[in-house]
């Protein structure tokens, strides 16, 4: 029996004729799992067998057709009865005589995913605080800090699985506008890789933005325009060279009187 074993890249054990991968390494309920692959060498019409395992629940069965340049592919829906056990995962594909491919990937049902729902309060220094509403689903929110030298706030979570976080974000608080007043895009940084976002609702009072992350993400970065610990930094600066200027003309004005 030949064995080759991969995930999420192509790659063949020594002699081997199959390989086999998945387009991600974790899934949730009702997402969609692409299963793919390359025969080195066709054997007329045979066809890939491929097998979904749970520990030894068989899950599902296919055969698979090969294309004419050696590639095959297959996609399983994520949902129904069998499956409702989180956990590892096991996809097993068989090519002719003895030719035979694993890869693993990490599931978990709609029933196990975690989703929070809480107001996180920010210290904002000397203007106090104010409060972020939030809901995470995938993992949880540690901390929420202002980053005043990046106009920005910097949510700090521990992702337990792929998932996503909406922020409701007082404008009075952060905010991300044009010079006109409009309101501009805000830069979303996880792990301090630029990424998308939406968002989902905008009044007068918040702006509410929906953001996917993946498990081990541990740092998102809300980069716009102003935020509250700016105000005060500003405010002293103001005030120092308003102090500076006030002994200095007071200074000269002692000197030109001796």
Same mark, same amino acid.
């Given at each position: 029996?030949?064995?080759?074993?991969?995930?999420?890249? %192509?790659?063949?054990?020594?002699?081997?004729l199959?390989?086999?991968?998945?387009?991600?390494?974790?899934?949730?309920?009702?997402?969609? =799992?692409?299963?793919?692959g390359k =025969?080195?060498?066709?054997?007329?019409?045979?066809?890939?067998?491929?097998?979904?395992?749970?520990?030894?629940?068989?899950?599902?069965?296919?055969?698979? /057709?090969?294309?004419?340049?050696?590639?095959?592919?297959?996609?399983?829906?994520?949902?129904?009865?069998?499956?409702?056990?989180?956990?590892?995962?096991?996809?097993?594909?068989?090519?002719?005589?003895?030719?035979?491919?694993?890869?693993?990937?990490?599931?978990i049902?709609?029933? /196990?995913?975690?989703?929070?729902?809480?107001?996180?309060?920010?210290?904002a220094?000397?203007?106090?605080?104010?409060?972020?509403?939030? %809901?995470?689903?995938?993992?949880?929110?540690?901390?929420?800090? %202002?980053e005043?030298?990046?106009?920005?706030?910097?949510? $700090?979570?521990?992702?337990?699985?792929?998932?996503? *976080?909406?922020?409701?974000?007082?404008?009075?608080? =952060?905010?991300?506008? /044009?010079?006109?007043?409009?309101?501009?895009?805000f =830069? *979303?940084?996880?792990?301090?890789?630029? %990424?998308?976002?939406?968002?989902?609702?905008?009044?007068?009072?918040f702006?509410?933005?929906? *953001?996917?992350?993946?498990?081990?993400?541990?740092?998102?970065?809300?980069?716009?325009?102003?935020?509250i610990?700016?105000?005060?930094?500003?405010?002293?600066?103001?005030?120092?060279?308003?102090?500076?200027?006030?002994?200095?003309?007071? /200074?000269?004005?002692?000197q030109? $009187?001796?």
């Amino acid at each position: 029996m030949i064995l080759g074993v991969i995930s999420i890249g %192509t790659a063949f054990a020594e002699g081997s004729l199959v390989s086999v991968q998945t387009n991600d390494s974790n899934y949730s309920e009702g997402d969609t =799992i692409i299963i793919s692959g390359k =025969i080195i060498t066709i054997i007329g019409d045979t066809q890939v067998t491929m097998q979904l395992f749970k520990g030894d629940t068989l899950i599902e069965i296919a055969q698979i /057709k090969v294309s004419q340049d050696g590639n095959y592919l297959h996609t399983i829906i994520a949902q129904g009865p069998l499956w409702q056990s989180q956990g590892s995962y096991m996809v097993k594909v068989t090519y002719g005589e003895g030719n035979i491919a694993e890869t693993l990937f990490d599931y978990i049902p709609e029933s /196990k995913i975690i989703e929070t729902t809480g107001e996180f309060p920010v210290d904002a220094g000397d203007s106090g605080t104010f409060d972020v509403k939030y %809901t995470i689903r995938g993992g949880i929110v540690e901390s929420i800090e %202002t980053e005043p030298e990046n106009l920005g706030l910097l949510v $700090k979570i521990n992702s337990l699985d792929n998932g996503k *976080i909406i922020l409701e974000l007082p404008r009075e608080s =952060i905010g991300a506008e /044009k010079q006109n007043g409009q309101d501009e895009t805000f =830069i *979303i940084l996880i792990n301090d890789a630029q %990424t998308t976002y939406e968002e989902i609702q905008s009044n007068l009072t918040f702006r509410t933005v929906e *953001i996917n992350f993946e498990k081990g993400d541990s740092e998102i970065q809300i980069i716009g325009t102003y935020v509250i610990p700016e105000f005060g930094t500003i405010v002293m600066i103001i005030l120092t060279i308003g102090i500076l200027t006030s002994v200095l003309l007071t /200074k000269n004005k002692f000197q030109i $009187k001796i």
